[in-house]
């Protein structure tokens, strides 16, 4: 179907924009184009997975959480 063909569409242009830019903001605090990538990827799947695990409980407390540690998370082994 054109609709669900579309939404895939715009869906897969996000996520691949959101990586992009996650990707070059950690390579511009010094980290390289491979390691930046991977870390991007996974900081959008721990968000993602948050996002799901705190609406199916109704609780928001390890999606907070996680947002408050992933400076550290991406940074780390950096000297920002």
Not at 12 to 24: D, E, G, R, V, Y
Not at 43 to 70: H, P
Request: some cysteine; charged content about 25%.
């Amino acid at each position: 179907s054109g609709g669900r063909e579309k939404c895939g569409n715009q869906l897969k242009s996000a996520f691949q924009n959101w990586i992009l830019s996650l990707t070059t903001i950690l390579e511009n605090a010094g980290i390289d184009n491979s390691t930046a990538t991977v870390r991007a990827f996974e900081a959008i799947e721990r968000i993602q997975g948050a996002l799901i695990v705190a609406r199916a409980l109704d609780d928001t407390s390890n999606f907070d959480r996680l947002i408050k540690q992933l400076p550290d998370i991406l940074l780390k082994d950096t000297d920002n």
